[in-house]
């Protein structure tokens, strides 16, 4: 496992920690241009009520603003759970050189799962995918979400019985 990966990846590890304790699904992401973290994020989507709110497209936002250009050149996308397809034209049209993520998304992954758009050479850009960077940390982190999750449901539901 590449050392420079690792270390950005925490990072993204961090931002779905910190979605998790505020009640997002819990998916962080960070990108990085020239060996500097330029935009970190997290899922929004709750809280915004916006569907749009993904951790990838937050921090490529965040990344153009921080670049004043649409164009992400020379920049990785550190993100703990395989893109779906709407991330995955985010990063190619913000043209990411590099897309790095830790666990697959076997239902909604666009990067290896269901399909592999961001090497299609159909497209006019292609990515440079590494996956299973701290994969089983990624997946932890959504596993203890969703039974979180269930368990007050679970206990909510009970409770509207008595």
């Not at 990072?11 to 060996?35: H, S, T």
Request: positive net charge; proline residues 1%.
């Amino acid at each position: 496992m590449n050392e420079i990966d690792q270390k950005f990846m925490q990072v993204a590890l961090r931002e779905a920690n910190f979605a998790a304790q505020i009640g997002e699904v819990p998916i962080g992401a960070c990108i990085v241009k020239d060996g500097k973290v330029i935009a970190t994020a997290h899922n929004l989507r709750e809280h915004t009520e916006m569907a749009t709110q993904h951790a990838e497209v937050i921090a490529i936002e965040a990344a153009n603003a921080e670049l004043g250009s649409w164009r992400l050149n020379d920049c990785t996308l550190y993100v703990t759970i395989e893109p779906c397809l709407m991330c995955a034209g985010a990063i190619l049209n913000s043209r990411i050189e590099r897309v790095v993520y830790g666990a697959m998304n076997k239902k909604g992954g666009v990067v290896g799962s269901l399909y592999d758009v961001l090497t299609d050479d159909r497209q006019n850009h292609q990515v440079e995918v590494v996956s299973g960077i701290e994969a089983q940390k990624a997946a932890l982190i959504m596993k203890k979400f969703f039974k979180s999750k269930r368990k007050r449901h679970k206990k909510m539901m009970k409770s509207l019985d008595n």
